[in-house]
């Protein structure tokens, strides 16, 4: 598992989301809770299938999700979020969650890796087809 081990954050690239878990997060242990962190997860990769979907987009389904190392309180937890796949309906968004841990020290831990699909969705709930792609 050395490869979970990282001395950056991803170059060139904006997280979606950061983020601080406290202690209300947290087991009796003192580690976060795995249903918080894939909260944050599902937000951070709706933003850019919203982006791409122009509208409003539910959760069909978690693909893979790895907790590669534990989240602690206090980690400054940085979320980016890629769009691997677009189908008729379907956004499917690459997360991937690095924790900045004794940030002093800038100790930075890839701790998790996500895949998951969103459907663009109209006012009623229901499917619709993603638009074009519109150039910038
Ligand atoms: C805001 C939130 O995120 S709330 C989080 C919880 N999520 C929800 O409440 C959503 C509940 N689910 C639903 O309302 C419905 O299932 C919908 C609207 C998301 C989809 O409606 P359906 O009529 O079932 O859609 P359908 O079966 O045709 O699938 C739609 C797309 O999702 C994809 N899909 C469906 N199931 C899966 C799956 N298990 N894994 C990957 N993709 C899937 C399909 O391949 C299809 O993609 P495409 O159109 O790009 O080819």
């Known amino acids: ?3 979970t081990l990282q001395t950056s954050l991803p170059q060139g690239k904006m997280p979606q989301l950061r983020v601080m878990p406290m202690p209300a997060d947290a087991n009796v242990h003192g580690d976060v809770f795995g249903g918080w962190i894939m909260a944050q997860v599902d937000i951070a990769g709706s933003l850019p299938a919203v982006r ?3 509208g409003r987009v539910a959760t069909v389904a ?3 999700f790895v907790f590669k190392q534990p989240v602690f309180v206090g980690d400054l937890l940085s979320l980016y979020a890629d769009i691997v ?6 956004i499917t968004v690459n997360v991937e969650v690095y924790a900045e841990r004794n940030r002093l020290q800038v100790e930075i831990v890839k701790v998790t890796e996500a895949t998951l699909t969103y459907v663009a969705t109209d006012e009623n709930r229901q499917r619709r087809p993603i638009p074009p792609l519109v150039e910038e």
């Open 85 to 90: 796949k677009v189908g008729n309906t379907s």
């Open 62 to 64: 978690v693909n893979s």
């Open 1 to 3: 598992m050395t490869d």
């Open 52 to 54: 791409r979907a122009n």
